[in-house]
């Protein structure tokens, strides 16, 4: 069993409708990512988060570190945000990123 | 502020020979870490570099070893390649004493 499990693998959603891509893990963190990686091979780093909530413009971010699960929603979803988001945590007291496979999201018009 | 810069972008070797992979961080950053993403697989963290010392390697043979120069940048060396190792390098630099990872566009490293 991989330490980091997303879901859905690939989604495929119509422009407009709210999207969920959620990453369970199984160890101990001290920090969460969720980056997005679009076809030509480059990654942005959306959020980073060791608690809580954060927002930035169309995307939300939720961490609950007793269930250790994390979800990304995407309101208003648009084509451009077809890409592969991926969740990757920090183990406390490493410094090493241990990523999920993704989820592949397209957002058809 | 110029972002990670990796080079070359596209890279082509025959198995068994050896593949040099460069990449810069972003000014003020003294931290690289590389990453390597094959096909199909997640992205898994290769080695990280810090003030010009290797702190930490991921579950990657000796083959795979690098360097960081005085300047911050750093060299990814893969020796003896392997089918096997053709996948997209990442590297990425965070900023000193914060988390969050600004990723350089990758090498893509096909070995035939």
């Given amino acids: 069993k991989n330490e980091v499990e997303q879901s859905p693998q690939n989604l495929t959603a119509q422009e407009g409708e709210f999207i969920t891509i959620n990453c369970s893990y199984s160890v101990g963190i001290s920090a969460l990512h969720w980056l997005q990686q679009h076809p030509g091979g480059g990654i942005v780093s959306l959020f980073m988060l060791s608690s809580g909530k954060k927002k930035h413009g169309r995307l939300i971010a939720t961490i609950n570190i007793q269930e250790k699960h994390s979800s990304l929603h995407i309101t208003a979803s648009h084509p451009r945000d077809s890409a592969v988001y991926i969740c990757a945590v920090r183990s406390s007291g490493s410094e090493k990123l241990v990523f999920g496979k993704g989820t592949k999201l397209t957002v058809n018009p | ?112």
Avoid at chain 2, 33 to 58: H, I, K, S, T, V
Avoid at chain 2, 63 to 70: A, D, E, I, M
Avoid at chain 2, 71 to 76: A, Q, V
């Fill in chain 2, 1 to 112: 502020e110029a972002g990670v810069t990796q080079s070359p972008t596209h890279l082509i070797k025959t198995r068994g020979q050896q593949a040099t992979l460069r990449c810069s961080p972003i000014s003020g950053h003294t931290s690289v870490y590389w990453y390597q993403q094959a096909l199909g697989l997640g992205l898994q963290f290769l080695l990280w570099y810090d003030e010009g010392e290797e702190r930490n390697r991921g579950n990657f043979p000796p083959r795979f070893s690098g360097r960081q120069f005085p300047n911050y940048s750093s060299e990814l060396n893969v020796n003896a390649l392997e089918l096997e190792d053709s996948a997209l390098y990442l590297c990425a630099s965070p900023p000193r004493g914060r988390e969050m990872q600004y990723f350089g566009p990758g090498t893509r490293l096909t070995v035939t």
